[in-house]
């Protein structure tokens, strides 16, 4: 589905919009700024991402490792290892 909207460009960015149509570069004005959004929505869904995984990387150690797993570590380490036959 799709819905029709008005916007207000500045004339350089209409031009450049239709210069793209003109050139066959795309087939429709609505083509041109259905791309430059998605590629927004795009950008920010990628700037949400990298500021979970900077959030992530606060919780490592210096060698990558995260905190939370050192004491899992721990035990796994001092636990011995059984025969599995």
Do not use: N
Request: a negative charge; hydrophobic letters at 40%; glycine letters at 4%.
């Amino acid at each position: 589905m799709s819905k029709q909207i008005t916007v207000r460009l500045p004339d350089e960015i209409v031009e450049f919009i239709d210069r793209l149509v003109d050139d066959k570069l795309a087939p429709s004005r609505a083509t041109v700024v259905a791309r430059a959004m998605e590629r927004e929505r795009r950008r920010d869904l990628a700037a949400k991402d990298a500021a979970i995984l900077a959030a992530l990387s606060e919780h490592q150690g210096p060698d990558g490792a995260r905190d939370d797993l050192d004491e899992l570590a721990s035990y796994a380490g001092s636990t011995p290892l059984t025969d599995l036959d």
